[in-house]
């Protein structure tokens, strides 16, 4: 609903549809059902060609599987493969949605299938009122009820189908047993055939008793999914798309829609009333951006003009990428970009997002985020590289001026020559023992005791008792300042004398730290670190691969190259391909690894 109601207030804003004085009546005139396109056949094989990105309910593996199968021509069938698809396979068969594929594209098969299960042309007849409409698959719970009511079958009341219905839709192996045994019984009773009793009950039922929906479920379903596949039909399709990429971003914000808001269309919601958006799924949006950008340009986010949300523009056939699609880029600061809108150049950015009290309003990591998905590229008229090394020369923590205390940094990064190791064992030494006074005094311990007696007399070591009347080696604090003053005056004078030439390479040494830091890898990298996808090519592209692999808009569905012999069934062997990728989204709830190939984005289902 989200998806449908992000298109209708895209199509207002372009004025593509008016707004008739209220959401209803908008939505009324252009997706009630009763003024619904259901017969054009362009609009069918827009949802089989997979331009009706995430058709609800379709929107999985065995979704998309089934409507590229099925090629449903109307609501009847779309209902049935809504159905079909959720139907398990029982021990021995083959999935009910290859089944009722065979059966649409050759109804003979069906035919076979009775004849096999020892039907005459009787019993055929009186099972083709209910199943010859549905290509010989009961793929609801009306439809198993509807077979075991007919007199000819079984003869069961409206209650006793309903108890076969509940059975099914509750996974209620108890009543389904008792319902099965009155099944029989009355099958006997009317002097059914024991042949076609075992064919509604083992196939067509059996079909059912993993899962099945019920006709209303289902037509209710496919209702949504016909109202997408009107607003693909009848408007550009790059609204729908662009709705469907701004909310599996979670990136749906009423102050996106500028004109609508302007001409009182839309209200903004007080701040308690704001409903938090879902999270971001990154996968879902990696995959669609994946499958359009074949057929539509996918623009890099803009520090100047990206919304919250993708931002359609229907004469250029693109969509500019939106903010709340970066990661780390929260709500809060998405909404300080906008407020603080234009900006000039990278530095006028980083002034405008630093408050007069110098509070960041952004965080470094974030701006990074965002100069690697490519937000500055167009201000800033320069490469990547270059804004993102310019960005940490700005923020690096430069030193104005050397002392002493900048030793311990001069050490770590490995400036201070072998002549004064002596120095600077002194000046950890002195750290160490500082962390430990007593009184006026520094207490030795094993460590501090070696490094002393190495350098020093014995006797500069002494006892004495702490306050609990434990005696305690120590040395005076004052000897000690003095010694240390002593072997740092030799720092003090290096530092004094290379000072320039230590503050450049230290500044240096700092910057190269943090460019390291944040900008290891290559732009494609950065894409997928910052936008979960890769803008600018594939990490493949020029690659040998080893082995044999195809184009993934290459395979053939379902091609098969020979077969199994299994207990007596002929198994169909599926040709295997090899699909070379890299993983840029993972989701463990449902075993899904997401691959980028280098033509497309595909979603690999593995076992638990």
Known sequence: ?????????????????????????????????????????????????????????????????????????????????????????????????????????????????????????????????????????????????????????????????????????????????????????????????????????????????????????????????????????????????????????????????????????????????????????????????????????????????????????????????????????????????????????????????????????ISKDKVVNLIKAGAFDRIEKKPREEILRKYIKIVADNKKRLNLQNFMMLMRQNLVPEEFEEEKKCYNFTKYIRKSRYKDYYKVDEIAEDYLLERFPPSRITKVLDDEGHSINVITQSWWDAVYNGVMDNIRNWIKKNHDELLEKLNDTLFQEEYQKYARGTILDWELQSLNFFYSGHPLDGVEIPIETISYKDIKEGEIVGHFFIKGKYIPKMKLNTIVGTVIDKDKTKSIVTLATKDSVVDVKFYK
């Open 1 to 361: 609903l989200d998806k449908i109601h992000a298109t209708m207030n895209y199509l207002l804003e372009d004025h593509i549809i008016e707004w008739e004085g209220s959401l209803r009546n908008t939505y009324n005139k252009h997706l009630l059902p009763a003024v619904l396109e259901y017969d054009d056949i362009k609009m069918w094989e827009n949802l089989w060609n997979g331009e009706v990105i995430d058709a609800f309910q379709f929107d999985t593996m065995v979704g998309s599987q089934a409507i590229k199968l099925i090629k449903p021509e109307n609501i009847a069938e779309l209902a049935i493969a809504n159905s079909i698809m959720r139907l398990m396979a029982q021990d021995g068969m083959e999935l009910p949605l290859d089944t009722f594929v065979k059966f649409k594209n050759d109804l003979n098969n069906w035919y076979r299938e009775m004849n096999l299960h020892g039907l005459n042309k009787a019993e055929i007849e009186i099972l083709e009122p209910h199943l010859k409409p549905l290509y010989g698959v009961a793929d609801s719970q009306e439809a198993a009820m509807q077979l075991v009511m007919d007199e000819k079958i079984t003869g069961f009341t409206l209650n006793e189908a309903n108890s076969l219905r509940k059975a099914i839709a509750k996974k209620d192996a108890k009543t389904l047993a008792k319902t099965k045994e009155m099944y029989y019984t009355k099958g006997k009773e009317l002097g059914t055939n024991p042949f076609l009793l075992d064919y509604v009950w083992n196939t067509q039922i059996g079909r059912q008793i993993g899962y099945s929906f019920s006709i209303l479920h289902t037509m209710a379903y496919s209702t949504v999914t016909l109202q997408q596949m009107n607003l693909v039909h009848r408007f550009p399709s790059i609204y729908w798309k662009t709705a469907c990429l701004s909310v599996n971003a979670g990136a749906i914000n009423e102050e996106d829609y500028y004109n609508l808001v302007n001409e009182g269309v839309i209200e903004l919601s007080d701040e308690d009333d704001v409903r938090s958006n879902n999270k971001i799924q990154y996968g879902k949006v990696a995959s669609a951006i994946g499958d359009m950008r074949g057929s539509i340009t996918i623009k890099q986010p803009d520090i100047n003009k990206s919304r919250m949300g993708f931002t359609p523009n229907a004469e250029e056939n693109s969509i500019l990428y939106g903010i709340k699609g970066i990661t780390r880029v929260g709500d809060g600061i998405i909404q300080e970009i906008i407020l603080n809108r234009p900006y000039s150049s990278l530095e006028n950015f980083i002034e405008k997002m630093t408050t007069k009290d110098e509070k960041k309003l």
